[in-house]
C-alpha cells in the first residue's frame, strides 16, 4: 500500500523516544524526558497578548503564501542588521515551522541522484527530507574536530549540490567556528554548490558569537538560511518558520508552499512580528537558564567519568559513551534501569555510534533528578 519512497527513510528517532516516554509515563513509571528538543518555557507573555489581538481583529483567514508583508519585512530587517546578510523581503518565505522549509528547498532543487554533503553527525530531517527528494547523503565527520576542505573534497562528486551546515549544532552542541565557516563557503563557491545553513540556534549560545555564512563575500547568492521562532522564542507549537533564499530558489519553494500547506498559520505570524520587534529580553532570560542548566550537567557528567563535548551552543548534551557500551546499549541501561529518555546518537548519522544525546530542555529539577539517576546507575 506504501509508496517506495518509503522505504528510503525511518521514523523520527527523537519522536519515538519521546513515545516510549509517554507510553512508560502512562503506566504510571517516573520517567525523566530528556529525548526532544522543546523549550520547557511559556512563550513571553507579550506574544500571546499580539495573537489576542490578531484574533479579535479576525486575521483569521488565509494570508498571501509567502507570508504577511510586514513580518516578511522585518524578517529581512533583522537578516541585513544582524547577520550582515544581503536580503530583501522578496527573499523570505515564511513558513509553517523550519522544518517545512527545509522539505520546500529539497523538493525544490533536488533531483533524483543529486548528493548532498552532511556534517556528522546531523539533526534527524536534513536526511529524511534529502532521501524523499531523491537525494542521497554524502557524510563528513564532524565531532570533536574541524572541518577541512580537504574532507569535503574527498566526499565531493560531479553530482554534489549541496552543503548543509547547522551551527550552533543539533545534536552536537558545538558552534562552526568562522575558519571552517570560511573553508566550507570557498568549498561551495568553488564547486559552485548550494548552502543550507540551518541557523535556529542561532540565539542560544554559551560565550560564542553567531555568524552567518551567508555574510561572506559571494555566498548570500548561493545560501538559504534556515531560521524560525520555535526555539528562540519558545514557539514550537506556533509553527512558524523561514527561509531566506536567493530569488530562484525562493520562487521554487514557494510553489510547493502554495500547493501545499497554502501559508503559515495567520495569527501565528502576527504572534511572530511582535517577537521581533518588542524587546529581546524573554531571550536573554532563556539563554541565561540554559547557561545555568549546562554548566550543571557538563559539571556533573565529568564528575562522573562521562566526557560530553562541551555545549558551546543549542540545549543538547552530546555525551560520549565509552566504557558503557555502544550509544543503543547505554540508553537502552538509562531507560530500564533509570527511566530516563535520551537520543542514541547513531539516530543522527555515522560518526552518533558512541554518543547519546540529551536535552536540556528541561527543567533545573529534572535535571538534577536525572543526574543524580545517572551517577547511582553508573
Ligand atoms: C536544527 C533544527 N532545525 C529546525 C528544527 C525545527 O524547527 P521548527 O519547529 O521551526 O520546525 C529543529 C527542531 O528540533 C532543529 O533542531
Known sequence: MQAKRLNRIEESATIKMSHI????????????????????????????????????????????????????????????????????????????????????????????????????????????????????????KRVEED??????????????????????????????????????????????????????????????????????DGMHERTVIINGFSKTYAMTGWRIGYAVAPLEIMKGMLKIQQHSVTCAPSISQFAALTALKSSQDCVREMVCEFQKRRDVIVRRLNEMGLRCVDPEGAFYAFINTSGHGDDVEFTERLLKEAYIVVTPGSAFGLAGKDYVRLSFAASMEHILDGMDRIERLL
Open 21 to 140: 516516554a509517554q507510553q512508560l509515563q502512562d503506566e504510571g513509571k517516573d520517567v525523566l524526558n530528556f529525548s526532544l528538543g522543546e523549550p520547557d518555557f511559556k512563550t513571553p507573555e507579550h506574544i500571546c497578548e499580539a495573537a489576542r489581538q490578531a484574533l479579535d481583529l479576525e486575521y483569521t483567514h488565509y494570508t498571501s503564501s509567502a507570508g504577511i508583508v510586514e513580518l516578511r519585512e522585518e524578517i529581512a530587517k533583522k537578516i541585513r542588521e544582524e547577520n550582515q546578510v544581503d536580503a530583501s523581503m522578496e527573499n523570505v518565505i515564511v513558513t509553517p515551522g523550519a522544518k517545512q522549509a527545509i522539505y520546500e528547498l529539497m523538493m525544490a532543487v533536488l533531483d533524483e541522484g543529486d548528493e548532498v554533503i552532511m556534517l556528522d553527525p546531523a539533526w534527524v530531517t536534513f536526511e529524511a527530507a534529502v532521501k524523499l527528494a531523491g537525494g542521497t547523503i554524502k557524510w563528513v
Open 147 to 216: 572541518v577541512k576542505y580537504e574532507s569535503l573534497e574527498s566526499v565531493l562528486s560531479a553530482n554534489t549540490k549541496m552543503i548543509i551546515i547547522n551551527s550552533p549544532n543539533n545534536p552536537g552542541g558545538y558552534v562552526l567556528s568562522e575558519k571552517e565557516q570560511r573553508e566550507i563557503a570557498e568549498f561551495a563557491i568553488e564547486h559552485d554548490l548550494i548552502v543550507l545553513s540551518d541557523e535556529i540556534y542561532e540565539k542560544i549560545l554559551y560565550g560564542r558569537k553567531h555568524v552567518s555564512i551567508a555574510s561572506f
